[in-house]
Every structure is written in C-alpha cells, then in structure tokens.
C-alpha cells in the first residue's frame, strides 16, 4: 500500500500521511489508567442494572405475613440469577484488575480489546433478564454461558496482547503469566461443564455455576506437604 502513495504521489505527500497515520495508531490508546477508570464505570452501570429488575411485591396483592412469604418466595429464582451475574461481573472485574495491574502501558489495539470485553459486560443485564425470565429453557442457559464465555475469551485475549506486544512491568514473573492464563482457562472449562448440565437440568447448571463462583470469591486453599499455600484458582 505504501508503494502505491509513492506511486501515485512523487512528491511524497501521501507517504506523509501514511506515515503519519502508523504514527498515530502506534500513540493511541496507551494509557492504562484511563482503561481502567471506563472499566469501572462499566462495570459499575452494569452491575447496577441487574438489581433493576428486582421488583418489591404489590401492596395491593398483600395482605398477611402469608401472602408477604409467599409473594417473596416466587422472588427467590429471580434473586439467585442476580446474584450469579453480579459474582460473574465481580470476578470478570477482579481478573481484568489484575491484568491491568501488571501492565505499564496499554496499545490501540489492546485497548480494542479491552473495549470489546466492555461490551460483553454491557450486555450481562440483558442474558441475565433472560435466563430469569426463562430459567427453564436451555436456550436461555446457554445464552448466558455463551455471554460468560465472550468475556473470558475476550480477557484471555487481552493478555495475550499484551505480552507479545511487550506492554508489561519488566518485573513480571512468568509465573504470574501461566497464572493468569490457566485462571481463564480452568474458570472457562468449569463453566463450560456447569453449561452441558443443562442436558438434564437447567437448574443443575446454575447450581454448577454458582459453585464455581463461590470457589473464586472465596478461593479456598490448600497445604502442601511442605506447607506451602496453593490457590485454587491457579
């Protein structure tokens, strides 16, 4: 392309711009604490969204403690689909933290990247009002796990830019590098089998799901016979 702007241009004016242009996309977008101020943000409208669709029972429909307990229970699967996607945001939003923490410059093209795991944040509220208004339908599950899968894939991505373009701390262990990716993968293999639980129970996926979360808010560990400590997530 750029013999074709000499070509075209002997005197060198459109190779000018062309120059120009690689310029640009090599200076764009490298800075990592404004990716993560519109992370947040994201996260934050998201993560707000999903309790919107949580709605107080009717004064009119009630009228005992009965009626109340009952009106409640009915909210109950509602309640559990929101507080699985605001662990899958909170545990999407942890990981991307920690990429971002072991970075010292972003690029355009990993901030792409990162815009692009954005969307599949934004989108959350949206699979979640889905599965809880069809919980019983698989299509509905595997919308949602298909959303969980975008956001993996996407952050999995992201890090893998990150490092063949060199834009981590030069003090980052390797490690950390194969933590980081094996985090991803086992998390996105976890899922992928509470998913395939849908062939008998949708309710066995989501319980499966649900598990899987816990063991990353709480992550668990374990003592070697060294006595050293191993997390579950790595």
């Not at 000499?6 to 060198?12: K, L, T, Y």
């Not at 709605?55 to 009626?67: K, L, M, V």
């Not at 991307?96 to 972003?106: D, E, G």
């Not at 996926?205 to 598990?211: F, K, T, V, Y």
Request: aromatic share 10%; proline share 3%.
């Amino acid at each position: 392309m750029q013999g074709a702007f000499r070509s075209r241009s002997p005197g060198g004016g459109t190779d000018t711009l062309f120059r120009v242009k690689n310029s640009y996309n090599q200076i764009a977008g490298q800075s990592v604490e404004r990716l993560a101020a519109i992370s947040d943000g994201i996260f934050a409208v998201a993560m707000t969204l999903l309790v919107l669709d949580l709605h107080a029972p009717t004064r009119e429909a009630i009228h005992n403690e009965h009626d109340l307990g009952r009106a409640l229970l009915a909210l109950a699967p509602r309640l559990l689909v929101y507080m699985m996607s605001f662990l899958t945001l909170g545990i999407f939003w942890v990981g991307q933290q920690t990429q971002l923490n072991h970075l010292s410059r972003s690029s355009r093209s990993l901030t792409w990247i990162h815009l692009a795991f954005l969307f599949f944040v934004s989108i959350t509220p949206f699979s979640t009002i889905l599965l809880a208004e069809f919980l019983a339908f698989r299509l509905a599950l595997l919308l949602y796990w298909l959303n969980i899968v975008a956001l993996g894939a996407t952050l999995y991505l992201s890090w893998n830019c990150a490092l063949e373009s060199a834009l981590t701390k030069p003090d980052l262990s390797a490690e950390t590098v194969l933590a980081v990716k094996r985090r991803v993968v086992v998390a996105q293999s976890l899922y992928a089998t509470g998913a395939l639980l849908c062939i008998f129970s949708t309710y066995l996926s989501i319980a499966m799901i649900i598990l899987v979360q816990l063991n990353y808010v709480f992550a668990p560990r374990w003592i070697d016979r060294d006595g050293a400590k191993k997390l579950s997530s790595r």
